[in-house]
Every structure is written in structure tokens, then in C-alpha cells.
């Protein structure tokens, strides 16, 4: 069986209604993306990022709200800080940090959603499968 | 004995007879290496050393002692982390006397079954720009005024991370050597399920090291007790160490530095408009 990537999604309750009117609107995207809603970006501890990655994800994608578009303090501006910072952390223990992505989505927008994830998984087949299971089997 | 030595020891003795502190924390000799001695009468100043070998991080035991008056023995690093636990509220800075030793380069220490003729600087020493602590009640200086011969061998290293994640044996020296491991409940076992089960062999090493450094971004100094203890040699510092870069770039923050620079994370600020 050809590999298929495997890509989580985190969205937050916002972008979430965007990724489910893709659905209303007849947009496609791949069927190998799971999405995990959760009520605000700002909430996705990157352990949790992490652990995805660990448990088999080939790559995780947060969408979150335009930061122009909140109305105090910009949780998804800590989401960006998060993410940016563990693209680092990614990058120096030899992980592409293409792998992990975030993108704005505002809740009617699910043109963009599946024009942006169709694009990561294009993206992340050229990568390749994530080996970290496998190289944990090799050495046991 | 040598001069510096004395110069602890005489500050320490001090500090105990006229009652200043109720406890000073230094190194004693244990035979070949050293090990953390806690100085509670004036007469046990005479068994506290300061030499290459000590490369234990003593701030780790402050907050055991919190609320009672403690002298620690502190290197540049060891005076960073009393900072950065200030800073923290882990530390009541004005019950802590800080004894700064001129530090020019800590030891590899020697493993087991090694000859240990040949000891060389640990790598993080070689980083390492704080050879005074930033924070000194006492100073003493160091004899010799050059620092330690650096002998290091190869400057290329293993970046292969992934697969040195795997010689983890999850023994946790890392975080109880660490001064900032301090939470009573650690993170990775706060989920339900865990992230990492402490004693169930599930390799979750990945996770297990991702999680250690990012809550160690931006608050390591880098005092290398964690690469240290680390009976499987992994070397930890060096990926803290490009985590606080990304904070240096992004912040100009570097932990330990001073009192007044608040951890940016405390005063996170949006910046730009997407």
C-alpha cells in the first residue's frame, strides 16, 4: 500500500465553522487529514504538538483566528510565538519545520483551508514519512 | 589547599560564627571528585573545597531552603540561576548571600571505568561567557588567571538527535540536577493519560526531551548539570542553548542577566498586525 501522509489539524471554535463550510461549499481536500477542535489556539500546549508528531503524525497543522480580527489581546499571536519557537526546536534536532504550519482562517474562508492544506500535503509527501517510531523499532 | 580556597573557607567560617547565615552551601571532597556539602557550624567551613570538578549546580538546592537565611558557594552560571529563580518568586532574594567563585571552566566529569588522566573542559564551558557570577555578595578570585586549557577535540558534532533521544534511559538526572525543574508536579505527567510515564518503558522519548526543552527556553543558563548527570551522554545544553538564541534574536533576553529584565514570556506583547 502506497504511504499516505497523516496530518493533524488543531482548530480553534472559530476556524473550525471554516473548516467545516469547506464542507459546505463543496471545496475538497484529502481525505488523510484529521481535525481536533479545541475552543481557543492559544490552548494547544506544544507538548501536545509534540506528542502528535511522536504517535505518528507526518506533520500538524494549527489554524487559528486573524489576529486583526480578535478584539484584546491576541491569543493567536502566542499560538504564532509557540509555534515559531518550536519550528526552532524542530529545525535543530533535524525535523523539517515545514512540518508544522499555522494558518489564519477566518470562519468563512474554507476555500483557503483547502486550498492551504492540500498545499502542506503536497508538501509534506515530498518529505517524506517522519521516522521517529521506526528509528525507536530499529534500535530495540 | 590553595588561595582561593582559603579565602572561601575564611568568608564562610565568617558568615556562620557571627550568625549571618544558618547554612552555607559548598562542595566537600569525596576522594577523587566532589560532592554538594551543606555547612551548618563554623567549624565545618574547614571541609568545603572550590575546584575544577565542581560542576553541580548548587542554586538547584535554594528552594528546598526557602525562607531561611543560606549562603551558597556560586559560579556564573550557579549566580545566573539564583537570578533567574528570583525572578521566578522561587527565591527570596534578600535571604540569599551569594558567594561567587571566578569560575574559568568546569571538568567532563570522569565516567565510571575511565583512567581520568585525560580531563578535558565540558563543552558548555567553552560557550560560556560568565565566568563571574552577575549577582555577589563575596567574590573570590580565582588563582590562575588564564582560563582552563581547552583541549577540545573535535568541534563537529553529532546532530543526529533523534537517535541520541533513543540512548535515553529516562533515569530523570536531568531534571533533579536542574534548578528549574522544580514544579512539585511535573508537566508530562499532569495529562490524563500522561505524556510520559515515568517508569512504564513506553519510549516516549521524543516527547519526553521536546517537552524538557521548550519549558527550558529561555529560562536555561546553561550550567550544564543536566549534560552532566546524564549517564548516557546526551548533550542536553547544546539544544537549550539554540532555544535561548531563538530568545536572544526574537527578545534580547538573556536568562540570568540581571534582576530587572522581566522573562518575556511574563510580558508577552503583540507585536505587528496579520
Redesign the interface.
Known sequence: MAWKPRIIVFTCWCSSSGVDQAGFEGFKYPSNVLTVRVPCSAIIN???I??A??KGADAVFITAC???ELRR??P???TE?RV???Q??LK????DEDRLRIL?ISSNEGGLFSKEVTRMIRRVEELGPL??EG??VE?V | MNRSEAELRSIARSLLEKGVVELVIGYESSGKSVRPFFASRPEEAERLVWNPECWFNLARYLRAFKGRRVAIVAKGCDGRSVVELVKENQVDKGSVVVIAVECNGVFKPAKYGSSGSARRVADYCERCTTRVSPVADYLVRSDNQGSLKRTSGSGEFS?????M??RCLKCMACVKSCPFCYCTEC??EG?KPE?VHRLRDT?????FH??R??HM?GRCVECGACESACPVEIPLTR?YH??NE?FRE?YSYIPGRSFEEPPPPLV?K??G??
Open positions: 506544544p507538548s501536545l509534540v506528542k508528531f511522536e486573524r489576529p486583526s489581546v491576541a493567536s499571536r502566542i510565538a515559531s519557537l518550536l526552532r526546536l535543530t534536532i533535524g525535523v489564519w521516522n521517529i528509528r525507536m534500535q | 546532530k543526529d538527535w533523534l537517535s533521544f533513543q508537566s508530562i495529562f505524556l519510549r516516549e522519548l521524543f516527547t521536546l517537552t526543552a521548550l527556553a539544544l539554540e532555544l531563538w526574537k508577552f503583540e507585536a498586525e496579520g
